[in-house]
Every structure is written in C-alpha cells, then in structure tokens.
T-cell receptor, first 113, second 109 residues
C-alpha cells in the first residue's frame, strides 16, 4: 500500500505565477488535510477536504488560495499570483476517517523568486 | 481560538539522558496526537490518546493525557541519536487539528 504521494517535491515560481500542488492520499483514505510549514516552525492547518467536499477551510487565505478533492484524481492546492511570502513547505495528510491518525506526504517545497 | 503550546522549544541532551516535552491546550481536547518530524522530513504519526488520564507506552516512549484533557506529555527514556527530530502534539479542534509549535530535540553522542 503506497503512502501519501505529493508532487512536485520542489516547485519554483516567479511572483505572479500560479502554483499547483498535488496530493494523492493513501488507498482507501477519503479525508485529506493540507498544512503549511515555514522553516523551523510548526504546521499550520489550511484546509480539510473529504471527497468532493470542503469540510473546513478556516486556515486558508480567502484570496488566491483554493483547494479541491475531486471524485477521481488527486487533491489539488492551488495558489494564484504567488508572492514571496507563499514560500514554504506544503504538506498534505490523509486519514481513513475524521478522527484517526494522519499519514503525511513528503511535502512540496515551494520557492517564490 | 484554541491554542496549543509546547515546552520547551528546544532541548539538547546527552545520549542516554531522558527527555520530556509538554503540550498544553487552552481548551479541553477530545483527543491528542503526537508526531515526530526528522530534519528535512515529514511528520510521522506516533500515537493518539483519547481517554482522560490515559498512559501509553511504545518501547522507550511514554505518552500521557492529563485528567482534564488539556495537557499531555511525551517522555523518552535513555535517548538515542535516532530520537533526533521535532516532536509535535496536535489537539482536535472541531473538524480539524491544531498543532503545537513543536519541541526540537538534539541528542549529543
């Protein structure tokens, strides 16, 4: 059973471009969380999705950020018109239910130049 | 809103010494999870505690959940260099989890 997959692992974007981060949860997991982590800091919750539904997006900026988890395919975190402050590691985690342990992917390191 | 704090922020120990990190929440938690993140890696789930006063052990690691379900601790006995990393607690808040800032452990051989 493959673990949580994220791609790309590293992404470099110029200011104003779009960043698209993908997360494939573990097989059988329908719950996906996205977190952002700055160097030497903790994990900041962004959004929680369950197949085709956004359950909680309270941690995600209202502008430029969006997330989806379609019926088929990976979950996608989309950042439009990136700015330098968006540079961070973005982790997704999947879970078999809404209260269980979370299995994290390797993360996408986004650098905005 | 709910806050989850951890102390200490950093801990340096000599190999073989014990280590404890503490997690405190401003509100009662329905459950608490602990994760370990190695430098450059991703968080890895260690354990989940649900019951008031619960104590769980994993080899040299002992996890406790406070009676009031507002605090938790992780204790490592006789640390080894493989214990190096940042230990995070995460408390459930509504539909999602709030992570503490982590305790970074370094172990000197």
């Amino acid at each position: 059973n493959a673990g949580v997959m994220q791609n790309p692992r590293h992404l470099v974007r110029r200011r104003g471009q779009e960043a698209r981060l993908r997360c494939s949860p573990m097989k059988g997991h329908s719950h996906v969380y996205w977190y952002r982590q700055l160097p030497e800091e903790g994990l900041k919750f962004m959004v929680y999705l369950q197949k085709e539904n956004i359950i909680d997006e309270s941690g995600m900026p209202k502008e430029r950020f969006s997330a989806e988890f379609p019926k088929e395919g990976p979950s996608i975190l989309r950042i439009q018109q990136v700015v330098r402050g968006d540079s961070a590691a973005y982790f997704c985690a999947s879970s078999p239910d809404r209260v269980g342990e979370q299995y994290f992917g390797p993360g996408t390191r986004l650098t905005v130049t | 809103g709910q806050q989850v704090m951890q102390i200490p922020q950093y801990q340096h120990v000599q190999e073989g010494e014990d280590f404890t990190t503490y997690c405190n929440s401003s509100t009662t938690l329905s459950n608490i999870q602990w994760y370990k993140q190695r430098p450059g890696g991703h968080p890895v789930f260690l354990i989940q505690l649900v019951k008031s006063g619960e104590v769980k052990k994993q080899k040299r690691l002992t996890f406790q959940f406070g009676e009031a379900k507002k605090n938790s601790s992780l204790h490592i006995t006789a640390t080894q260099t493989t214990d190096v990393g940042t230990y995070f607690c995460a408390g459930r808040k509504g539909q999602n989890f709030v992570f503490g800032p982590g305790t970074r452990l370094s172990v000197l051989p």
